[in-house]
């Protein structure tokens, strides 16, 4: 992942002397950057502002000969990475989970947004046999009334983990399959309730505005907006028309065990502001990790280290 991206700091150096760096200087310096960035997905707004962020940093410093240049821009370029991650905050779904079991004796409630193909019906069984784990109990609520077969998806994954699935037929009202899940955790004193929702284009007025329902019926402590790496720029635009309508609070992005490129992480959370949480990394159970922005931001420089 990001090849390019290690052999252009190779080269980087090229362009610096022992004199001050000027703008000129650092746009030179950035052109290669720019191609490899743009070759792993991070988007255009996303590269402008490293581009303008490097610049602040960088000109006006003199580099000598007793520093290593390739170092002082890939480290420059490091910490403003980490700062996209960091001004988006971190959010610890199970202490939340807890606290709230805790004070209130209440079920948490957690919606799962996305468009179809996405993996979310999957990641949602991954976030139960997660909780597990942890000993905090859920039951899932078939939301998607939509798509032939989703009742029947989710109803087997959630059979395999032994965890109760609240459904309706086909057509009813999510926002009201949404509401008997949480009125049944209430009344059996599940930990969490986790809804899964029927995959929508952003471009759908009507599946967005029904989604909007969803979120006003059922007021969810939270809701998941679950993106597919691989599928680049177009997650960004997903995920800020998503956010437009149910202002969702953290991010899970699938597929990422095949993300050869990863531009994604670093821009959906620069447009949104929100915090990725997990990461699908295949198709078990178990692939479901939590995301580390220092290890992937030193895999995007470096070129090594896990994500």
């Known amino acids: 992942m990001f090849d390019r991206l290690k052999k252009a700091f190779s080269n980087i150096v090229k362009g610096l002397s022992e004199k001050e760096l000027s703008e000129a200087d650092i746009d030179k310096v950035f052109s290669e950057i720019e191609i490899a960035l743009l070759e ?40 403003i990475m980490i700062s996209i991650f960091n001004n988006a905050g971190t959010l610890d779904i199970i202490e939340r989970i807890n606290s709230k079991k805790d004070r209130e004796k209440e079920p948490y409630t957690i919606l799962f947004l996305g468009i179809n193909g996405t993996g979310k019906t999957t990641t949602i069984a991954k976030f139960a046999n997660m909780l597990r784990k942890h000993n905090i109990s859920s039951v899932i609520v078939a939301g998607d009334t939509h798509r032939a077969g989703a009742i029947e998806q989710i109803t087997e994954h959630a059979t395999r983990l032994g965890i109760k699935v609240i459904a309706q037929r086909y057509g009813a009202d999510p926002a009201a399959v949404g509401r008997d899940g949480v009125l049944y955790a209430k009344a059996h004193r599940v930990d969490t309730v986790l809804i899964d929702t029927a995959g929508r284009m952003q471009t759908s007025r009507n599946l967005m505005d029904e989604m909007a329902k969803i979120v006003r019926v059922v007021k969810p402590d939270l809701k998941i907006f679950v993106g597919d790496s691989l599928a680049g720029n177009d997650t960004i635009m997903q995920a800020r028309e998503f956010l437009r309508y149910t202002d969702f609070n953290a991010i899970i992005l699938t597929k990422s065990d095949s993300d050869y490129k990863g531009g994604s992480a670093l821009s959906i959370v620069h447009v949104t502001n929100k915090p990725i949480v997990y990461l699908g990394v295949g198709q078990g159970y178990d692939d479901l990790v939590p995301f580390n922005a220092e290890e992937f931001v030193e895999q995007i420089v470096e070129g090594n280290g896990k994500r």
């Open 40 to 79: 792993s997905d991070v988007a255009h707004e996303t590269i402008t502002y490293l581009h303008d962020t490097l610049k602040r940093e960088l000109v006006g410093k003199r580099f000598d000969k007793s520093r290593d240049n390739e170092s002082i821009v890939k480290d420059t370029l490091k910490d």
